[in-house]
C-alpha cells in the first residue's frame, strides 16, 4: 500500500528546495518522512528463549501523521466516554465561505480562532433565549481545513446536546429536532464573524494584497453581509455509541489517510475521494506529486494551535461542576473508562489482541537487547 511516507520519502525533499515552506512545515515533512524509521532511532527487542529478533522503530508522534493518531484517538475517546449525557447529540457544522480562504490562510490563529469563537457565540446565544432553549449548553468543537479532494476549506464541527442548563440550575430538554433553526444560526454567525473580523489585525499576500487598503478591506467585508453562510445540522446521533464513533472518526483525523491513497506512479498520485456535490459518489483524482504535497500541507496547523475545544458546561473551567451537576440532572450513570489509564501495550492488547511484549514465535517474554544508538550505527 502507496502510504504518504512514501510520497514525502521520494518527493518531499524536492518539495522543500524548490517552495521553501515555513520552518512549521518543513518540521512535519521531516516527522512524517523518518516516521518509524531508523531516522528517528528505536531499540531492538530480543527473546531469549528462541533468539527471535525485533526491531522497534520510533513513532514521530507529529499530529500530522496519518500513522501516528491511532492511540491518541483512542485515549482522547475514553476520556470523553465519561462525559456523555443520556440525552440526543447534534451534529452541526459551520463553514467559511470561499470568499475568506485567502484571508485565513495567511491569517491561519486569528481566523481559525474567529471560527471557533462566532460558532460557539452563535449557539449559546440563541441556545440561551426561552424561544429556542433557555439554557447553557456544552459544546465540543473541532477544526478541519480540508475537502475531500485536499482543497482547503476551513470549518468546525460541533457536536452539541439536546438540552442544557438554565440559569437556576435545572436541566432543559431541547426538542427533538435541533432546537435552533439552521437559518437563523448561519445569519447569526455571519454578523459575528464579520463583526470580529473587523476589529482583527490582519496581514494580506499574494491575491489579497489589495485589501491591505483600509476602504477595499471595509467594502469587501461588506459584501459578504450579502452572501448566504453555510451551516449544516445533521440528522441527530441514533445512540451514545454513535456520538463515541463520529468523535473517533473526526477528531484525530488528518488531511488524507493512507487508505485512500491508490497509486504512486511517475510522479503522479492517485488517491480516492467523496464529491458531495454528485450524491456523495466515490471518485479518483490523480495530482501530480509536488501538487499532492503541496496540498496536504495547506492543512498543518500553527504550532501549538488547539484543533478540539470544549465550551458551555464543558468548558475546563466549569466543567467538574457543572457537568457534575448535568449528570445528576439527567439520572446520568459514569461511563466507564477501561482505555484511559493503559499503557501503550496494555492499549494495544484491548484493542487488537496483540501483545507487543511476547516473541511471535514462542509466546515468551521479550526483552530490549540494545540500546537505540545501535540502529543508526
Same mark, same amino acid.
Given at each position: 500500500?502507496?502510504?504518504?511516507?512514501?510520497?514525502?520519502?521520494?518527493?518531499?525533499?524536492?518539495?522543500?528546495?524548490?517552495?521553501?515552506?515555513?520552518?512549521?512545515?518543513?518540521?512535519?515533512?521531516?516527522?512524517?518522512?523518518?516516521?518509524?524509521?531508523?531516522?528517528?532511532?528505536?531499540?531492538?527487542?530480543?527473546?531469549?528463549?528462541?533468539?527471535?529478533?525485533?526491531?522497534?522503530?520510533?513513532?514521530?508522534?507529529?499530529?500530522?501523521?496519518?500513522?501516528?493518531?491511532?492511540?491518541?484517538?483512542?485515549?482522547?475517546?475514553?476520556?470523553?466516554?465519561?462525559?456523555?449525557?443520556?440525552?440526543?447529540?447534534?451534529?452541526?457544522?459551520?463553514?467559511?465561505?470561499?470568499?475568506?480562504?485567502?484571508?485565513?490562510?495567511? &491569517?491561519?490563529?486569528?481566523?481559525?480562532?474567529?471560527?471557533?469563537?462566532?460558532? &460557539?457565540?452563535?449557539?449559546?446565544?440563541?441556545?440561551?433565549?426561552?424561544?429556542?432553549?433557555?439554557?447553557?449548553?456544552?459544546?465540543?468543537?473541532?477544526?478541519?481545513?480540508?475537502?475531500?479532494? +485536499?482543497?482547503?476549506?476551513?470549518?468546525?464541527?460541533?457536536?452539541?446536546? =439536546?438540552?442544557?442548563?438554565?440559569?437556576?440550575?435545572?436541566?432543559? &430538554?431541547? %426538542?427533538? &429536532?435541533?432546537?435552533?433553526?439552521?437559518?437563523?444560526?448561519?445569519?447569526?454567525?455571519?454578523?459575528?464573524?464579520?463583526?470580529?473580523?473587523?476589529?482583527?489585525?490582519?496581514?494580506?499576500? =499574494?491575491?489579497?494584497?489589495?485589501?491591505?487598503?483600509?476602504?477595499?478591506?471595509?467594502?469587501?467585508?461588506?459584501?459578504?453581509?450579502?452572501?448566504?453562510?453555510?451551516?449544516?445540522?445533521?440528522?441527530?446521533?441514533? @445512540?451514545?455509541?454513535?456520538?463515541?464513533?463520529?468523535?473517533?472518526?473526526? @477528531?484525530?483525523?488528518?488531511?488524507?489517510?493512507?487508505?485512500?491513497?491508490?497509486?504512486?506512479?511517475?510522479?503522479?498520485?492517485?488517491?480516492?475521494?467523496?464529491?458531495?456535490?454528485?450524491?456523495?459518489?466515490?471518485?479518483?483524482?490523480?495530482?501530480?506529486?509536488?501538487?499532492?504535497? %503541496?496540498?496536504?500541507? +495547506?492543512?498543518?496547523?500553527?504550532?501549538?494551535?488547539?484543533?478540539?475545544?470544549?465550551?458551555?458546561?464543558?468548558?475546563?473551567?466549569?466543567?467538574?461542576?457543572?457537568?457534575?451537576?448535568?449528570?445528576?440532572?439527567?439520572?446520568?450513570?459514569?461511563?466507564?473508562?477501561?482505555?484511559?489509564?493503559?499503557?501503550?501495550?496494555?492499549?494495544?492488547? @484491548?484493542?487488537?489482541? %496483540?501483545?507487543? @511484549?511476547?516473541?511471535?514465535?514462542?509466546?515468551?517474554?521479550?526483552?530490549?537487547?540494545?540500546?537505540?544508538?545501535?540502529?543508526?550505527?
Amino acid at each position: 500500500m502507496i502510504e504518504v511516507q512514501d510520497i514525502f520519502r521520494e518527493y518531499g525533499q524536492e518539495y522543500l528546495d524548490r517552495y521553501k515552506p515555513p520552518p512549521h512545515v518543513r518540521k512535519v515533512v521531516r516527522a512524517v518522512t523518518g516516521c518509524r524509521t531508523a531516522e528517528l532511532g528505536g531499540h531492538i527487542e530480543r527473546c531469549d528463549e528462541c533468539e527471535y529478533i525485533r526491531i522497534a522503530y520510533n513513532s514521530c508522534r507529529n499530529r500530522h501523521c496519518p500513522k501516528c493518531q491511532a492511540l491518541s484517538k483512542e485515549r482522547w475517546i475514553a476520556a470523553r466516554s465519561g462525559e456523555l449525557l443520556p440525552v440526543t447529540y447534534f451534529h452541526v457544522v459551520f463553514t467559511l465561505p470561499s470568499e475568506l480562504h485567502g484571508i485565513a490562510f495567511w &491569517n491561519q490563529t486569528a481566523m481559525y480562532n474567529l471560527l471557533f469563537r462566532a460558532a &460557539n457565540e452563535t449557539i449559546q446565544e440563541l441556545a440561551a433565549d426561552k424561544k429556542y432553549l433557555g439554557a447553557q449548553v456544552g459544546l465540543t468543537e473541532i477544526l478541519h481545513t480540508w475537502g475531500q479532494n +485536499l482543497t482547503y476549506h476551513p470549518h468546525v464541527h460541533i457536536i452539541v446536546p =439536546g438540552g442544557g442548563l438554565s440559569a437556576d440550575g435545572k436541566w432543559v &430538554n431541547g %426538542r427533538k &429536532n435541533f432546537f435552533i433553526p439552521v437559518k437563523v444560526m448561519a445569519k447569526k454567525f455571519r454578523g459575528k464573524f464579520l463583526y470580529y473580523l473587523r476589529q482583527t489585525k490582519l496581514e494580506f499576500r =499574494g491575491s489579497t494584497e489589495y485589501l491591505s487598503d483600509e476602504i477595499q478591506l471595509m467594502n469587501f467585508i461588506d459584501s459578504l453581509y450579502h452572501k448566504d453562510w453555510y451551516v449544516y445540522c445533521k440528522r441527530p446521533f441514533k @445512540t451514545t455509541h454513535s456520538v463515541l464513533e463520529y468523535l473517533g472518526r473526526y @477528531t484525530h483525523r488528518v488531511a488524507i489517510s493512507n487508505h485512500r491513497i491508490v497509486s504512486l506512479s511517475g510522479g503522479q498520485v492517485t488517491f480516492k475521494w467523496r464529491d458531495y456535490k454528485d450524491g456523495g459518489k466515490e471518485k479518483l483524482i490523480t495530482v501530480s506529486a509536488l501538487e499532492f504535497i %503541496r496540498r496536504f500541507l +495547506l492543512h498543518v496547523l500553527p504550532t501549538g494551535f488547539t484543533k478540539i475545544r470544549h465550551y458551555g458546561f464543558l468548558a475546563s473551567a466549569v466543567k467538574s461542576v457543572k457537568l457534575t451537576l448535568c449528570f445528576k440532572l439527567t439520572n446520568a450513570k459514569s461511563i466507564e473508562q477501561p482505555l484511559k489509564n493503559l499503557s501503550v501495550a496494555e492499549l494495544m492488547l @484491548t484493542l487488537t489482541g %496483540r501483545d507487543i @511484549t511476547r516473541c511471535p514465535l514462542c509466546g515468551s517474554s521479550l526483552a530490549r537487547a540494545s540500546p537505540a544508538s545501535a540502529l543508526t550505527a
